[in-house]
């Protein structure tokens, strides 16, 4: 297949283009590089020392000999560039990454919130726009988020892909519908994909786009199979209190001696990905287009839950951490339970990869490797969901030596 | 109150300037006067002559004594302007009907798409982040559609004000939960107003703004008692078929002895307002902010519903027209029931001014008194919801000569 990774060059984007292009599809790379351009702003950079999208893309070529194509255009703003490519390719599909991705980043400032909703909705709208225009009748695979869906809001009720199944009253009994879960997105950026999912609806119904929602989980791990096949490939690792995610932070912090950062109680459970499992997902996708074009396919991307203390304990079980109890800059509760079916995926023969002693132990190798490049001043989340919350200052002046 | 009345140049916008005026608010008026300008671009222009906003202003004032303030803005492209406008004025209420409202408009061309959704989008969430940013307490009240829940998805039950209670199954049994009605929007300008629904109320669990959102029925009629007091005050006529609205349409053809034109088979009922009752729902709403501002205070802003082949037959009937049947270059049910509560406004005070002959008859008047500035071929509705669906030609050459 003839396939557009749209923000290639992204945490989730580059191991993806590695993997289909290793599964012989044919990929070409859209990416402005907003991603290194906000590492610019925020004066801090990804742990592992990641190339340039060209460097990266001649050494794929000197390990793989497969040619893997780049276009650099900003979807939000280049409309007429977007619909060139796209008929220009003819993709037979096209998976795409290319939005602002994180939460704390997205509540940062008046002008992160603007950015985070310009950017977002107006990629996937041009897309959407730029597909019909062109008569591009290649398959849409979007990367959502579990966040849509928020937590809690259905008691002990598993969060079913996309789509649940609700009783409404009316004068003539009860009506049995199915309907988009109602969305409670809990920072600017999960609204983003809140608002994606009325479009892609509406494109679907309107136009027979065929389109597959992925709502993923929080994505942990570093390397695959592809990436970890020359320095030069290496995919990034963000530990910064607006981009790192969960997991792969504390990881970091008890890879370079920094206690664990748990904001708020740590009850807050959530659900977990390993990048491994994000690229083989986004493949089973790819292969399986929805039959009825009027309808998104949604699909819960995550193989398993936890309570974020309960991942700080084993951390630090596991490696001699300590943990620290900070302010929680987020506006959410302090706990809640978690269990959501994925029973679409497991049944197009995802096998999960789950926590193991193994892959944690070879996500804190990564982390000490490069712990030399790390910023101390960087690690404690600092963006409030509200002006005024309180924040904790650094928990260490310097980073101990490292062996 | 200190008022921004945001789109205040508009055709449901002017009325409301003029009436809040009258009332004692001290109003500015926020507009870019794009409404004007896509009718440069459409080469059409309202029926009834409009003067500039500068005009109208000097004429209120002449006629009223009253002063009325006026900002050249664009809500989706100067966000500084906006934030120093709130932080000069700190209105105590905010009227935002700054969108791009016409249907067939935002399903035009692809331009057109794109261009009602960054508007749109954009227009709402910057107003929202500069509330936020700014610290402006002010009351917001927003001109959604009844077109966000869409047409014949709850079958006999009627459409509640905003929020529908269902039941959800869980493994301990049915969970009863207050949700936002779910969105089903019929073209791309009322998909943007689904949008707008889930940023108020992300902006209201967030930030406690306090946002009041209107979901308007069609708006019929033209003049109020403040617009016709001065032919300079005159409110817009739209008669062309991308922003003229149905029933306006009709009188307008029946003055100007244009048949009827029903696209489809006229069994869609819609829901109405009359401009006069638009205008006082609007300060009904003013005055009643909601009390828990973690929740988007939702009423359903219209006062009848009708088949439109009804009204069709209604208006030829007491005018003497014929009805012509186009094809429907609309994607949307042939027909549809539609039952609507309006009770919280009808609690709050409203008395609907509902369908009668006199009115009618006043909506031909000014029709018939500007006949002559129609131009033929910009009855016929065009802007189709797909390529290539059918549309139809000019039904006449010229408009018979006008007594």
Same mark, same amino acid.
């Not at 809690?152 to 009783?167: C, D, N």
């Not at 209190?241 to 959530?270: C, E, I, K, S, W």
């Given at each position: 297949?003839?396939v557009?990774?749209?923000?290639?060059?992204?945490?989730?984007?580059?191991?993806t283009?590695?993997?289909?292009?290793?599964?012989g599809?044919?990929?070409?790379?859209?990416?402005?590089?907003?991603?290194?351009k906000?590492?610019?702003?925020?004066?801090?950079?990804?742990?592992?020392?990641i190339?340039?999208?060209?460097?990266?893309?001649?050494a794929?070529?000197?390990?793989?000999?497969k040619?893997?194509?780049?276009?650099?255009?900003d979807?939000?703003?280049?409309y007429?560039r977007?619909?060139?490519?796209?008929?220009?390719? =003819?993709?037979? *599909?096209?998976?795409?990454?290319?939005?602002?991705?994180a939460?704390p980043?997205?509540?940062?400032?008046?002008?992160?919130?603007?950015?985070?909703?310009?950017?977002?909705?107006r990629?996937?709208? @041009?897309?959407?726009?730029?597909l %019909?225009?062109?008569?591009?009748g290649?398959a849409?695979?979007?990367?959502?988020?579990?966040?849509?869906?928020? $937590?809690?809001?259905s008691?002990? *009720?598993?969060?079913p892909?996309?789509?649940?199944? %609700?009783?409404?009253?009316?004068p003539?009994?009860?009506?049995?519908?199915?309907i988009?879960?109602?969305? @409670?997105?809990?920072?600017? $950026?999960?609204?983003?994909?809140?608002?994606?999912?009325l479009?892609?609806?509406?494109?679907a119904?309107?136009d027979g786009?065929?389109?597959?929602?992925l709502?993923?989980?929080?994505?942990?791990?570093?390397?695959?199979p592809?990436t970890?096949q020359?320095?030069?490939?290496?995919?990034?690792?963000d530990?910064?209190?607006?981009?790192?995610?969960?997991?792969?932070?504390?990881?970091?912090?008890?890879?370079?001696?920094?206690p664990?950062t748990?904001?708020g109680?740590?009850?807050?459970?959530?659900?977990?990905?390993?990048i491994?499992?994000?690229?083989r997902?986004?493949?089973?996708?790819l292969?399986?287009?929805?039959?009825?074009?009027?309808?998104?396919?949604?699909?819960?991307?995550?193989?398993?839950?936890?309570?974020?203390?309960?991942?700080?304990?084993?951390?630090?079980?596991?490696?001699?951490?300590?943990? /620290?109890?900070?302010?929680?800059p987020?506006?959410? /509760?302090?706990?809640?339970?978690?269990?959501?079916r @994925?029973?679409?995926?497991?049944?197009?023969?995802?096998?999960?990869?789950?926590?193991?002693?193994?892959?944690?132990?070879e996500?804190?190798?990564?982390?000490?490797?490069?712990?030399?490049?790390?910023d101390?001043?960087?690690?404690? *989340?600092?963006?409030?969901? =509200?002006?005024?919350?309180?924040t904790?200052?650094?928990?260490?002046?310097?980073?101990?030596?490292q062996?």
């Amino acid at each position: 297949m003839r396939v557009l990774v749209l923000g290639g060059d992204g945490f989730c984007g580059w191991p993806t283009t590695l993997y289909l292009s290793d599964r012989g599809h044919d990929i070409t790379v859209v990416d402005n590089l907003s991603r290194r351009k906000i590492d610019v702003d925020l004066e801090v950079g990804s742990l592992t020392p990641i190339r340039s999208i060209g460097e990266r893309i001649r050494a794929w070529h000197e390990v793989s000999g497969k040619e893997i194509g780049f276009v650099n255009l900003d979807l939000a703003t280049e409309y007429d560039r977007l619909a060139a490519v796209l008929a220009g390719i =003819r993709p037979d *599909a096209i998976v795409h990454f290319a939005e602002q991705r994180a939460a704390p980043y997205s509540m940062r400032t008046g002008k992160t919130k603007r950015y985070t909703v310009d950017n977002n909705v107006r990629a996937t709208h @041009n897309l959407l726009t730029a597909l %019909v225009e062109t008569g591009t009748g290649a398959a849409l695979v979007h990367l959502g988020t579990m966040g849509v869906y928020g $937590y809690g809001w259905s008691g002990s *009720a598993p969060i079913p892909e996309g789509y649940l199944t %609700v009783k409404v009253p009316t004068p003539d009994g009860e009506l049995e519908r199915e309907i988009l879960h109602p969305a @409670n997105p809990g920072s600017v $950026y999960h609204m983003t994909k809140t608002l994606d999912q009325l479009m892609f609806a509406f494109y679907a119904k309107n136009d027979g786009l065929r389109i597959t929602d992925l709502h993923q989980g929080i994505v942990w791990g570093t390397q695959t199979p592809q990436t970890s096949q020359d320095e030069r490939l290496i995919n990034r690792f963000d530990y910064d209190g607006d981009y790192g995610t969960v997991l792969n932070r504390f990881l970091m912090q008890a890879a370079v001696g920094h206690p664990l950062t748990v904001h708020g109680t740590g009850g807050q459970t959530r659900a977990f990905i390993h990048i491994r499992d994000t690229v083989r997902c986004i493949e089973i996708a790819l292969a399986n287009p929805p039959q009825d074009s009027s309808r998104v396919r949604v699909l819960n991307q995550m193989t398993e839950t936890h309570r974020l203390l309960d991942l700080a304990k084993m951390v630090a079980d596991a490696m001699g951490a300590e943990i /620290a109890y900070l302010p929680n800059p987020r506006r959410e /509760a302090e706990e809640n339970e978690l269990i959501v079916r @994925n029973d679409q995926f497991l049944a197009l023969g995802l096998h999960p990869t789950t926590l193991s002693e193994g892959l944690l132990e070879e996500g804190r190798e990564v982390a000490a490797r490069y712990a030399g490049r790390a910023d101390v001043t960087k690690i404690v *989340a600092r963006s409030v969901w =509200r002006a005024g919350m309180e924040t904790s200052g650094d928990l260490v002046a310097e980073l101990p030596a490292q062996p």
